[in-house]
């Protein structure tokens, strides 16, 4: 099981990114992949996920508007389409796939860090002038 992320960098306020998520060999229990976020003192937040059965998508309020997140089922990759970057955009970002649920499901589950078991490494996004 791997998930491979790419495509931070150093980006001016009002700019964008494209994060890539390649994933590989998930497990048929896996029913989302998510991106997250951690800035330096603050925990780690949900900013999009995007359903793995019928590619619904979810965003923090954040983000919406902002950040469109897609998947591109030959290449087995996820993108983070991020525009309009703000300073408080700065973090490191991780690509997780879902491994878990509660026993009710709501939109914030799809955001909830505590339901993704399987783990990418961190790639860093800095916007700043």
């Known amino acids: 099981v791997q998930l491979q992320a790419s495509g931070g960098g150093l980006v001016q306020p009002g700019g964008s990114l494209r994060l890539s998520c390649e994933v590989s060999?998930?497990?048929?229990?896996?029913?989302?992949i998510g991106w997250f976020r951690q800035a330096p003192g603050k925990e780690r937040e949900g900013v999009s996920a995007?359903?793995?059965?019928?590619?619904?998508?979810y965003y923090a309020d954040s983000v919406k508007g902002r950040f469109t997140i897609y998947r591109d089922n030959a290449k087995n990759t996820v993108y983070l389409q991020m525009n309009s970057l703000k300073p408080e955009d700065t973090a490191v970002y991780y690509c997780a796939a879902a491994t878990r649920k509660y026993g009710s499901s709501s939109y914030a589950d799809n955001l909830d860090p505590f339901l993704y078991g399987i783990w990418g490494q961190g790639t860093q996004v800095t916007v700043s002038s």
């Open positions: 995007i359903s793995r059965t019928d590619s619904s998508t």
């Open positions: 060999a998930l497990p048929s229990n896996s029913w989302a």
